[in-house]
């Protein structure tokens, strides 16, 4: 592993990319964030002892409260899930994030960047993650909230 430089921002669509979201699930997301208003600008809710200040209510989560990683929890002995002696193998590894760069972008016909910059590796480990952490999750941005929230996440 080298190069990489994880968690430096999210990843951003460029224009166009961004999928549209229906009004419920904004909605919903609204609620979301009125509940955890309370978190803004502390990590005093963070279990694992290694959460960051998030710029907005619906990222104030820690890797102790997803249901999905309970099982990654459980033999490890490990407290946060960057710890994990998968997670560096899963969503930091060059090799694993190149191929995982090349399935996504098989299914869309879309040749990958040369040279490939942080955003583009940034934007793969999260793919990586959310595959590790939940599996597959529905081919639609809708099917994917809904298939998070069958599992207790909003």
Not at 17 to 32: D, K, L, N, R, W
Not at 86 to 113: E, M, Q, W, Y
Request: glycine share 6%; charged share 25%.
């Amino acid at each position: 592993m080298s190069g990489i430089e994880p968690f430096q921002f999210e990843p951003v669509y460029q224009p166009g990319e961004e999928p549209p979201q229906e009004e419920s699930v904004g909605q919903e997301v609204e609620a979301h964030e009125e509940d955890n208003t309370s978190r803004m600008g502390n990590t005093e809710w963070c279990l694992c002892g290694a959460c960051a200040l998030m710029p907005v209510a619906n990222e104030c989560y820690c890797c102790q409260e997803l249901e999905e990683l309970n099982q990654k929890f459980d033999n490890s002995g490990v407290r946060c899930i960057t710890e994990h002696p998968k997670f560096g193998i899963v969503c930091l590894d060059t090799d694993v994030l190149s191929t995982a760069l090349v399935a996504i972008h098989n299914a869309r016909l879309n040749p990958i960047p040369d040279p490939i910059v942080n955003r583009t590796w940034r934007l793969a480990a999260y793919r990586q993650f959310t595959w590790w952490a939940h599996g597959v999750l529905g081919k639609k941005p809708a099917e994917n909230r809904a298939s998070m929230r069958r599992h207790g996440h909003t």
